[in-house]
């Protein structure tokens, strides 16, 4: 079965700082990748996917993310944090069967 | 477009009793999925539906139920509700034709709560 390891559920960024989300994955066939914010009281919103061709995934809002399949993962990047993306952020993997299995999710403070 | 959406967007409920969530999802789409969010186990799936058949399961028990009907729209329903059973129930909708690789798109979620 699929499974998503993302460390650290809170993380603290200075405003204008890089914003760096760590998400390891595993899966027994070539994985489906996404990455998904949540605001408070809302529901999940697509940041970006990886299916397949080009690693470097570029999202909304100026994130990208890496896929590497030598490492397993699938890190959240964006190189200049905003007030504006305080929230929560939920990597997941789909192995085919369009059934999401998702990390814990980290919590993002940015600090003024 | 218009979003997914998801009714009630607030229940409160009481130990034993049984409870229907409404979804529907985006015009067009035929896969609706439902998520529980809970802040101990995060999101887990609860099951998919496409064209009207239960096509993926997760490990939920009997008493977490679902159906869709012909224009997609899905119900899920949970009978005899514990107190663990709070929480919020996220529906997503896709095309269902992507073998896994389709955005779901998430509707606002039904927060519901147990006493």
Same mark, same amino acid.
């Given at each position: 079965a699929q499974s998503v390891t993302q460390l650290g559920s809170h993380v603290s960024v200075s405003e204008g700082a890089l914003v760096l989300l760590r998400c390891n994955y595993s899966s027994s066939v070539p994985p489906y990748l996404f990455w998904y914010v949540q605001y408070p009281n809302q529901g999940l919103q697509l940041l970006l996917k990886y299916t397949t061709g080009a690693t470097l995934v570029k999202g909304i809002n100026g994130f990208e993310a890496e896929f590497k399949k030598s490492e397993t993962s699938f890190h959240l990047t964006k190189p200049s944090a905003h007030m504006s993306d305080a929230a929560e952020y939920f990597c997941a993997v789909s192995d085919g069967n369009n059934r999401l299995a998702f990390g814990k999710g980290n919590q993002v403070v940015v600090i003024p | 477009k218009a979003g997914v959406t998801q009714t009630p967007r607030y229940l409160i409920k009481t130990r034993g009793q049984q409870v229907t969530l409404s979804c529907s999802p985006i015009s067009g789409h035929r896969s609706v999925?439902?998520?529980?969010?809970?802040? @101990?186990? @995060?999101?887990?799936?609860?099951?998919?539906?496409?064209?009207?058949?239960?096509?993926?399961? @997760?490990?939920?028990? @009997?008493?977490?139920?679902?159906?869709?009907?012909?224009?997609?729209r899905s119900e899920?329903?949970?009978?005899?509700?514990?107190?663990?059973?709070?929480?919020?129930y996220l529906c997503a909708s896709s095309t269902g034709t992507g073998r896994g690789a389709d955005t779901q798109y998430f509707g606002p979620g039904t927060r519901l709560t147990v006493l």
């Open positions: - | 999925s439902w998520y529980q969010q809970t802040p @101990g186990q @995060g999101l887990q799936f609860l099951f998919e539906y496409f064209s009207e058949t239960q096509r993926n399961k @997760g490990n939920f028990p @009997g008493r977490f139920s679902g159906r869709q009907f012909s224009n997609s899920m329903n949970v009978s005899t509700l514990e107190l663990g059973d709070s929480a919020l």
